[in-house]
């Protein structure tokens, strides 16, 4: 079957870096999305990884290994406003979203 | 976790004909279901919530008249993309949401999305 994991919740201090974890196995892989998702709110894109790497955009980074079935966020500076549900979503080979169920990110001051 | 189906997984269909897509939660009761599209490497752009047995919200851009959503039960939420055009052709995906209840936590869960290509 496919799925795709990553933890339920995580806890972090304000002004730290933060790692979100996120495996993978899907029939096919078209590209890794992770999105923000703050509560009663629709998600927001964060990126979109298809080759092996890093893909930096300011505070947040995202990264990828296929071979691995693997990728990452990392958070840093971590702000209040960050404490959000984070979903990780891998884009299979029938072009289909198939969604982890989120990593809740809560952060302390 | 809750599951959300959605059918069909894939159309194709013709300029001018009209599209259903079904959303359902499979093991519990959503009173709010939203619906997203996304085009090709982009974000979900909501498109529209819907509340059990009251008319969907739909966001600014949207035409209420062309994409009819009814959500006549807890379970099921229908969106139907009226007189397709080419346009139109992308991945929608509906999400269920799971009230706080006791936990406190809001959660939406979301269904496997449904490719539209209008020819």
């Known amino acids: 079957g496919q799925n795709i994991d990553q933890p339920t919740e995580m806890t972090a201090t304000e002004g730290a870096i933060v790692q979100i974890n996120c495996t993978y196995q899907?029939?096919?892989?078209?590209?890794l999305f992770w999105y923000q998702q703050h509560a009663g709110e629709a998600p927001t894109f964060l990126s979109y990884n298809v080759l092996d790497g890093l893909e930096e955009k300011g505070r947040f980074s995202s990264f990828l290994s296929r071979s691995k079935g693997y990728s990452y966020l990392l958070l840093k500076e971590l702000q209040m406003k960050d404490s959000a549900s984070y979903l990780c979503?891998?884009?299979?080979?029938?072009?289909?979203?198939?969604w982890g169920a989120g990593t809740k990110l809560i952060i302390k001051p | 976790g809750a599951v959300v189906s959605q059918h069909p997984s894939r159309v194709i269909c013709k300029s001018g004909t009209s599209v259903k897509i079904e959303c359902r939660s499979l093991d519990f009761q959503a009173t709010t279901m939203f619906w997203y599209r996304q085009f090709p490497k982009q974000s979900l752009m909501l498109m529209a919530t819907s509340n059990e047995g009251s008319k969907a919200t739909y966001e600014q851009g949207v035409e209420k008249d062309k994409f009819l959503i009814n959500h006549a039960s807890l379970t099921l939420s229908t969106l139907t993309v009226t007189s397709a055009h080419p346009e139109d052709s992308s991945f929608y995906i509906c999400?269920?949401?799971?009230?706080?209840?006791?936990?406190?936590?809001?959660?939406?869960?979301f269904g496997p999305g449904t490719r539209l290509t209008v020819l």
């Open positions: 999400s269920a949401r799971v009230s706080p209840g006791t936990s406190g936590l809001d959660t939406q869960y």
């Open positions: 979503a891998v884009m299979d080979s029938n072009y289909q979203l198939i």
């Open positions: 899907t029939s096919g892989f078209n590209g």
